[in-house]
T-cell receptor, first 113, second 113 residues
Framework: GENVEQHPSTLSVQEGDSAVIKCTYS??????FPWYKQELGKGPQLIIDIRSNVGEKKDQRIAVTLNKTAKHFSLHITETQPEDSAVYFC????????????FGPGTRLSVLP | DAGITQSPRHKVTETGTPVTLRCHQTENHRYMYWYRQDPGHGLRLIHYSYGVKDTDKGEVSDGYSVSRSKTEDFLLTLESATSSQTSVYFC????????????FGQGTRLTVV
């Protein structure tokens, strides 16, 4: 089955700097890769996603890149703000019946003012 | 938030007692999932449903059962709760077809004493 690894497990950046979180996956059948942000006491919230027919996607300060050959994808946050502090999860999902999502272990991002 | 309601939000129960958690959606989504979240493990799939009365096991299904008698409701039952089932449980929903977004509920914090 699918296995998703995520690095780093914790990340501290100064406000205004960029943050990068990297994930790798094992199943070449996976073709949908969402990223979730989880704030304390809340459920994960989808912030951006990418499909296998696209190499990069951007939404304001957030971007995701995908390298299917190497089986890795990354989340990039530019001009970080204190409200970006949260736990971020990557996930991979195969395009098949059942549509299960396999999640990485998470990255705790702290943006220092 | 997507139309997902989890109940109860918090529960403390004793070892050996049965417990049922409820997930209710108003989005008419086909897929529903139960995940548990534990430190260092991210989100792990317990069971999922791909339609009324259609369910299947995830990676950590031992000790859990599910039922889906209506599109909008997905129940997770711990037949005889154990301390290892102390966790935060999240329900998620997703639409039909491959690669569609999954949305999470606010979670249920379960403590087994």
């Amino acid at each position: 089955g699918e296995n998703v690894e995520q690095h780093p497990s914790t990340l501290s950046v100064q406000e205004g700097d960029s943050a990068v979180i990297k994930c790798t996956y094992s199943d070449s059948a996976s073709n949908y890769f969402p990223w979730y942000k989880q704030e304390l006491g809340k459920g994960p919230q989808l912030i951006i996603d990418i499909r296998s027919n696209v190499g990069e996607k951007k939404d304001q300060r957030i971007a995701v890149t995908l390298n299917k050959t190497a089986k890795h994808f990354s989340l990039h946050i530019t001009e970080t703000q204190p409200e970006d502090s949260a736990v971020y999860f990557c996930a991979a999902s195969p395009h098949n019946y059942g549509q299960n999502f396999v999640f990485g272990p998470g990255t705790r991002l702290s943006v220092l003012p | 938030d997507a139309g997902i309601t989890q109940s109860p939000r918090h529960k403390v129960t004793e070892t050996g007692t049965p417990v049922t958690l409820r997930c209710h959606q108003t989005e008419n989504h086909r897929y529903m999932y139960w995940y548990r979240q534990d430190p260092g493990h991210g989100l792990r799939l317990i069971h999922y449903s791909y339609g009324v009365k259609d369910t299947d096991k995830g990676e950590v299904s031992d000790g859990y059962s599910v039922s889906r008698s209506k599109t909008e409701d997905f129940l997770l039952t711990l037949e005889s709760a154990t301390s290892s089932q102390t966790s935060v449980y999240f329900c998620a929903i997703a639409g039909t077809g491959g690669g569609t977004e999954a949305f999470f509920g606010q979670g249920t914090r379960l403590t087994v004493v």
